[in-house]
């Protein structure tokens, strides 16, 4: 089994590329689904969720034409949904259980074709997420479902979904992309309130604009879908990663140092920004030929400042950045208060953190952090995908060797961030025996 060994206390300084966002590339890949034409998406990441979510569509018969990229970070695909009239449409359980993905195919599949057969889903183990919310929205519009042996069986009476005014009880990102992209080609309108706001969603909604959907709301808690009976082929470019860009902004807060991050959109991380900017970091943007870059800079002599930390749905911090900015909590001055409101079990990289030396107390949903702590390296292990990238960051703060094992976890969300960390300065290798 793979793993990092890092060796620690080197600030890290230069220019890294951030890929493709995973979490919008994900539902991008099931909405191709919902056409028999050719879609061209670029920019997907890749890692090893986008490889599966792509095997889920050819299991059902999919058409997929891979077109990797110079440095092997990210690559385009062109993926065609024709002939799936007669197949199974059942999306197993052996492709489903890595990752929640792929339970997004449900969404197309009823809105297309009126029937699917789909795996409830795995993924990490960071608490409840329960997909009533999903099944709830498609049986109000008109889907009879059951579960059957750990599959959801789904199926229209007389073929196609119709619109409804729906108010989630909940906010949720998952919920809200897969009935949105159902109801792309319902019968009547459809309004989703309390609809989530990510810029995931905004993402997938621009796709299918472009497939001929006609949405109305797009990066607003109400969604308005005119319903068209035909959607056509396209070519998208899959927006930055978020979180990818926001775990090197992290990592250079906690380790020190100088970077540029290339083709990033600020404003999507902007509670992160403000956040290490609060705690003693700078920030410089301005337009490349690639998009925007963002500047940041933390001198290693530099003192950084405890902050607080409230996660909560966009456009609040990002629990999927929470592990993250704890590690470089780890090394502020003062006491932070950092509260985790979406995932129940998501402080399971607290116990690691401890070994590598850190100062904190985890209270039910609260975790309390002293710093600044002086870290050293030992033999942790990852327990979750973001997780896993705080144990990276703490090992590049910590002296001495540290080793991250586990790390198929990382490899889900992030593409070759071992080689990207290198380019940087980071005395980081990947051992083992497997991908490098």
Excluded: W
Excluded at 20 to 49: F, M, Q, Y
Excluded at 266 to 279: G, T
Excluded at 420 to 426: C, F, S, V, Y
């Amino acid at each position: 089994m793979d793993r990092l060994v890092i060796e620690g206390g080197t600030p890290l300084k230069g220019r890294v590329p951030v890929s493709g966002a995973k979490n919008a590339a994900l539902p991008c890949i099931a909405a191709t689904l919902l056409t028999a034409e050719p879609v061209r998406l670029r920019h997907l990441p890749a890692v090893s969720d986008i490889r599966t979510m792509i095997k889920v569509l050819q299991s059902m018969g999919s058409q997929a034409e891979i077109e990797p990229d110079d440095e092997g970070f990210e690559f385009s695909a062109v993926l065609k949904a024709e002939g799936l009239e007669t197949a199974e449409l059942k999306a197993s359980y052996e492709l489903l259980k890595t990752m929640r993905a792929g339970f997004f195919v449900l969404g197309p599949l009823l809105g297309r074709f009126g029937r699917a057969s789909v795996s409830l889903p795995g993924g990490c183990a960071i608490g409840a997420r329960p997909v009533n919310l999903h099944l709830e929205a498609l049986e109000r519009m008109g889907a009879e479902i059951r579960i059957d042996h750990g599959y959801v069986e789904a199926q229209v009476p007389g073929g196609r979904l119709k619109g409804i005014d729906h108010t989630f009880e909940k906010v949720s990102v998952g919920a809200t992309e897969n009935v949105l992209m159902a109801a792309s080609m319902a019968s009547g309108t459809t309004i989703l309130r309390n609809a989530a706001q990510e810029p995931e969603i905004g993402d997938l909604a621009r796709l299918l604009v472009a497939m001929g959907a006609s949405i109305e709301g797009i990066d607003s808690p109400v969604l308005t879908i005119h319903g068209v009976e035909v959607l056509h082929g396209c070519e998208h470019d899959i927006i930055p990663d978020r979180i990818e860009a926001g775990t090197f902004l992290c990592a250079v807060a906690a380790a020190c140092g100088d970077v540029v991050l290339e083709r990033v959109v600020p404003d999507h991380i902007r509670s992160l920004i403000d956040l290490l900017e609060r705690s003693g970091c700078a920030f410089t943007e301005r337009e490349g030929p690639n998009g925007t870059q963002l500047r940041i800079q933390r001198d290693c002599g530099q003192k950084l400042y405890a902050k607080d930390i409230i996660t909560g749905p966009y456009p609040a911090f990002p629990t999927d950045l929470q592990a993250q900015a704890m590690a470089v909590m780890t090394q502020a001055a003062g006491i932070s208060v950092i509260r985790e409101t979406i995932f129940e079990n998501r402080f399971q990289h607290a116990m690691e953190l401890e070994r590598l030396g850190a100062n904190l107390r985890i209270d039910g949903s609260t975790a309390i952090v002293a710093g600044p702590a002086p870290l050293t390296g030992c033999t942790v292990m990852a327990t979750d995908l973001r997780a896993s990238a705080a144990l990276v960051i703490a090992g590049m703060v910590g002296q001495g060797r540290t080793e991250v094992d586990r790390i198929y976890h990382l490899d889900r969300g992030y593409a070759g961030i071992e080689r990207k960390l290198r380019n940087l300065g980071a005395r980081i290798e990947r051992v083992g025996g497997g991908k490098v």
